[in-house]
C-alpha cells in the first residue's frame, strides 16, 4: 500500500470518527440520548456536526475552502471537526496570512456564538478560543515550518553531495585522464622530431594535435564540474592519509605498512579508496570484528590487503556488490588487479593489487 493510499484511509477514518464523536456529543448535550426515538432528537445539531466530519476528506487538498466552509455551520452550532479544520488549514496551506485571517474569523463565529453575558460564558469563550482556533492553527503552522525545514535541509544536502561529487570527478579527470593524454601528447610530439620517415612524422603530428585539442575539451569539462565551493580547496588523499583513515574509523583496526613505501600521488589514492570502501564495508557486514590492513611494496607499486572475519550480517559481502564493483573499475583504471571473497579459513579478504608506472605500461 503506498503513502497516498495510507493517507486517504487515515483522513475517512478521522471524518468517521469525529462525526461520531461529535454527533453522540450534540445528542448527549441536547438530552436525546439514551432516549433516542424521542421527538426532541435536535436534528439539526446533529445534520451540523455530520457534514463538517464530512468535509474533513478534504482538508490536505483545499485546506482553506474547507475552514473557510464550515464557517456558516459554527454559527448554528459549533460543530467537532472545526479544530482538526484549523489544524489543517495551518499544516498544508501556503499563504500563512490566510491562515490567520481564517483562524481570527472562527474567534469572531465563536465571540457570536457565546455572548458573553457574565463570567461564566466569558470563561466558556475563552477556553473555547484558547483550546481549540489557537491551538490548533499553531500547531498546524509549527508542522508545516518543521516540514518546510526538513525538506530545506534535504535539499541542501543534496546539493552538497552534488556538489562535492562534481567536485570529485574534475580532480579524477584531471589527475588521471589529463596526466595519460598529456604524457600521448609529449610522446608525440618526441615522435615527430625523432622520426626519420615523413609519413610518421605526420601521424605523430596529428595525434599530437588531437592529443592537445583534447586536453583543451578536458580543461573545459573540468571548469564545469569543478565547484567554487571548500571541498575543491581540500588536498586529495594519499598514501600517508591512510593512517587517518585507520584512526578515524571508528574499528579495530590492525594496520601494517611496509617501511618507506612510497607510489605516485594516483596509485596513493586509489589505495586510499580502497582501504576506505572496504572499512566501510566491514563497518556494515562484519561490525565489531577486528579488520587487518596490509600496505606492501609490489613491483614498483603497491599491494593492498584488507581482512577480517564473518561478522553477524555476513552473507555476502556487500548485499549489492556495487560498492565493490566500483573498487575493481577503479583498481583496472590504472593497470592493476582485484580481487574479493571468502577464504578457507572462514575470512573475507580483499586484495587490490596496483602496479607501478612501468608494469602499468
Same mark, same amino acid.
Given at each position: 500500500?503506498?503513502?497516498?493510499?495510507?493517507? %486517504? %484511509?487515515?483522513?475517512?477514518?478521522?471524518?468517521?470518527?469525529?462525526?461520531?464523536?461529535?454527533?453522540?456529543?450534540?445528542?448527549?448535550?441536547?438530552?436525546?440520548?439514551? /432516549?433516542?426515538?424521542?421527538?426532541?432528537? !435536535?436534528?439539526?445539531?446533529?445534520?451540523?456536526?455530520?457534514?463538517?466530519?464530512?468535509?474533513?476528506?478534504?482538508?490536505?487538498?483545499?485546506?482553506?475552502?474547507?475552514?473557510?466552509?464550515?464557517?456558516?455551520?459554527?454559527?448554528?452550532?459549533?460543530?467537532?471537526?472545526?479544530?482538526? @479544520?484549523?489544524?489543517?488549514?495551518?499544516?498544508?496551506?501556503?499563504?500563512?496570512?490566510?491562515?490567520?485571517?481564517?483562524? $481570527? %474569523?472562527?474567534?469572531?463565529?465563536?465571540?457570536?456564538?457565546?455572548?458573553?453575558?457574565?463570567?461564566?460564558? @466569558?470563561?466558556?469563550?475563552? +477556553?473555547?478560543?484558547?483550546?481549540?482556533?489557537? !491551538?490548533?492553527?499553531?500547531?498546524?503552522?509549527?508542522?508545516?515550518?518543521?516540514?518546510?525545514?526538513?525538506?530545506?535541509?534535504?535539499?541542501?544536502?543534496?546539493?552538497?553531495?552534488?556538489?562535492?561529487?562534481?567536485?570529485?570527478?574534475?580532480?579524477?579527470?584531471?589527475?588521471?585522464?589529463?596526466?595519460?593524454? =598529456?604524457? /600521448?601528447?609529449?610522446?608525440?610530439?618526441?615522435?615527430? /622530431?625523432?622520426?626519420?620517415?615523413?609519413?610518421?612524422?605526420?601521424?605523430?603530428?596529428?595525434?599530437?594535435?588531437?592529443?592537445?585539442?583534447?586536453?583543451?575539451?578536458?580543461?573545459?569539462?573540468?571548469?564545469? %564540474?569543478?565547484? =567554487?565551493? !571548500? $571541498?575543491?580547496?581540500?588536498?586529495?588523499?594519499?598514501?600517508?592519509? #591512510?593512517?587517518?583513515?585507520?584512526?578515524?574509523?571508528?574499528?579495530?583496526?590492525?594496520?601494517?605498512?611496509?617501511?618507506?613505501?612510497?607510489?605516485?600521488?594516483?596509485?596513493?589514492?586509489? @589505495?586510499?579508496?580502497?582501504?576506505?570502501?572496504?572499512?566501510?564495508?566491514?563497518?556494515?557486514?562484519?561490525?565489531? @570484528?577486528? #579488520?587487518?590492513?596490509?600496505?606492501?611494496?609490489?613491483?614498483?607499486?603497491?599491494?593492498?590487503? #584488507?581482512?577480517?572475519?564473518?561478522?553477524?550480517? +555476513?552473507?555476502?559481502? !556487500? $548485499?549489492?556488490?556495487?560498492?565493490?564493483?566500483?573498487?575493481?573499475?577503479?583498481?583496472?583504471?590504472?593497470?592493476?588487479?582485484?580481487?574479493?571473497?571468502?577464504?578457507?579459513?572462514?575470512?573475507?579478504?580483499?586484495?587490490?593489487?596496483?602496479?607501478?608506472?612501468?608494469?602499468?605500461?
Amino acid at each position: 500500500m503506498n503513502a497516498r493510499a495510507v493517507r %486517504l %484511509l487515515g483522513d475517512v477514518a478521522l471524518a468517521v470518527g469525529v462525526g461520531v464523536a461529535g454527533v453522540g456529543s450534540d445528542l448527549v448535550m441536547n438530552g436525546a440520548v439514551p /432516549m433516542v426515538l424521542v421527538p426532541e432528537v !435536535p436534528w439539526r445539531g446533529v445534520w451540523i456536526q455530520a457534514v463538517a466530519a464530512l468535509m474533513l476528506l478534504a482538508r490536505r487538498r483545499h485546506p482553506l475552502a474547507v475552514a473557510v466552509a464550515m464557517l456558516p455551520l459554527g454559527y448554528a452550532e459549533l460543530p467537532l471537526a472545526m479544530p482538526f @479544520a484549523l489544524y489543517s488549514l495551518g499544516a498544508h496551506q501556503d499563504d500563512r496570512r490566510r491562515v490567520i485571517v481564517v483562524a $481570527a %474569523l472562527w474567534l469572531a463565529v465563536l465571540s457570536h456564538l457565546w455572548e458573553p453575558r457574565d463570567l461564566t460564558t @466569558a470563561v466558556h469563550l475563552l +477556553s473555547i478560543g484558547g483550546l481549540a482556533v489557537i !491551538p490548533a492553527s499553531v500547531l498546524g503552522l509549527y508542522i508545516d515550518s518543521r516540514r518546510r525545514l526538513d525538506t530545506a535541509l534535504a535539499e541542501k544536502a543534496a546539493r552538497e553531495a552534488r556538489a562535492e561529487e562534481r567536485t570529485r570527478l574534475a580532480r579524477e579527470v584531471h589527475d588521471v585522464v589529463t596526466h595519460h593524454v =598529456s604524457l /600521448m601528447v609529449l610522446q608525440a610530439g618526441s615522435l615527430r /622530431m625523432a622520426a626519420p620517415d615523413e609519413e610518421v612524422r605526420r601521424a605523430a603530428e596529428e595525434i599530437r594535435a588531437t592529443g592537445r585539442r583534447a586536453l583543451g575539451e578536458l580543461r573545459e569539462v573540468v571548469g564545469v %564540474l569543478r565547484d =567554487s565551493g !571548500p $571541498a575543491e580547496l581540500a588536498p586529495q588523499p594519499t598514501l600517508l592519509d #591512510v593512517s587517518r583513515l585507520v584512526a578515524e574509523s571508528g574499528l579495530r583496526v590492525k594496520l601494517r605498512q611496509d617501511a618507506g613505501l612510497e607510489v605516485s600521488a594516483a596509485l596513493g589514492r586509489t @589505495a586510499y579508496r580502497v582501504v576506505q570502501e572496504a572499512l566501510t564495508n566491514a563497518r556494515k557486514h562484519a561490525p565489531g @570484528a577486528e #579488520v587487518d590492513v596490509r600496505l606492501s611494496g609490489h613491483e614498483g607499486g603497491v599491494r593492498v590487503t #584488507v581482512g577480517n572475519p564473518a561478522g553477524r550480517t +555476513s552473507g555476502a559481502f !556487500p $548485499a549489492s556488490g556495487s560498492g565493490l564493483l566500483g573498487l575493481r573499475q577503479r583498481v583496472e583504471l590504472v593497470g592493476g588487479a582485484f580481487s574479493a571473497g571468502w577464504t578457507d579459513s572462514g575470512r573475507f579478504e580483499l586484495v587490490a593489487v596496483l602496479p607501478g608506472q612501468g608494469a602499468a605500461a
